[in-house]
């Protein structure tokens, strides 16, 4: 119970809440409103940037969610990232935008092992515009699952977003549901997959990262 009252703190977090609870103990010197006010701001600091536990299904027959938040976009047989030289091979996108009040902590969908890493600068549009996919900053990450399923994440950039941050290098390997990075203050992740694999979700549908199932494997015979 204690862990989901009072999740950890990533990483990230530590200087935004320091700087939050300064400027709060400076505000409530000269206003209790002004203090109260900076109370709720260090609130929603250390809310945005908790880091609760996720227990996914330890499962290479199936995808988890790599954020927390809401599939905004599901399109099938598009073309890969030509960042990474895949616009000739078809692949599944299940685009998930996240707003300023859910977990920014992003996780891998599958264990696997990073391939590639590519940052690419670009625009700030609203991330849940199909749009932002191709002109908003984001990081592009190429990943191969333990069954060999080549699979890409990208974090992308949003209105109000201005800094991704990744932790994760060509060669590393992770689990599925472990984390991989954040993005600060509003924004999407895409997840691309292969044709191998069957939707679980809907357009509109709320997902948690590291849980929720994305899709799963069509020998499987799963259904949505």
Known sequence: MIDVILPKLHKEGHKFLTISLIVTFVFLLFSKFLGLLGIVVSIWVFYFFRDPERYPINDSNFLVAPADGMVCQIEENISGPKEFSLENEKFTKVSI?????????NRFPIECK???????????????????SQKNERNLIKINSVLNDKIIVTQVAGLVARRIISYCNSDD??????SFGIIRFGSR???FFSNNFKVLVKKGQTVVAGESLIAGRKTLSVKA
């Open 114 to 132: 990073v391939d590639e890493v590519f940052y690419k600068p670009g625009e700030y549009l609203n991330a849940s515009l199909d749009d932002a």
């Open 173 to 178: 390997h992770y689990k599925q549901g472990q």
């Open 97 to 105: 935008f996240m707003n300023v009040f859910n977990c920014h902590v």
């Open 189 to 191: 992740v895409d997840l």
